[in-house]
């Protein structure tokens, strides 16, 4: 079972809300936080056993994982440190 997480930063107010990681019913596939370095955004992807994980909003192949609790990140953005808020009770399947 997954939850939500939401980004802000409160430098150049970039945020992402209601993004969601973890599983649904079924344990693979994933859904992971990412940072991605080609469009400098933030949000999370599906990752599959054996298969490199991509932005969901511009494709890179590329992009930094990140762990599923992280709370604190450096911004895709402007580089300073931005806040990932956990709601850990805000759950999906
Ligand atoms: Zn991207
Ligand atoms: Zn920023």
Redesign the pocket.
């Known amino acids: 079972m997954g939850h939500l997480v939401d980004f802000h930063c409160r430098y150049c107010r970039y945020e992402e809300k209601d993004v969601a990681v973890g599983h649904g019913r079924t344990a693979v596939p994933v859904l992971r936080l990412f940072s ?1 370095p ?2 400098h ?1 933030f949000g999370s992807c599906w990752v599959e056993e054996g298969q490199s994980p991509r ?1 969901s ?2 494709y ?1 192949d590329a ?1 930094t994982l990140l762990a599923d609790d992280t709370t604190m990140l450096a911004c895709p953005k402007c580089g300073e440190r931005a806040k990932v808020t956990q709601r850990s009770a805000d759950t999906w399947e």
């Open positions: 991605c080609n469009c955004s932005c909003f511009c890179h992009v």
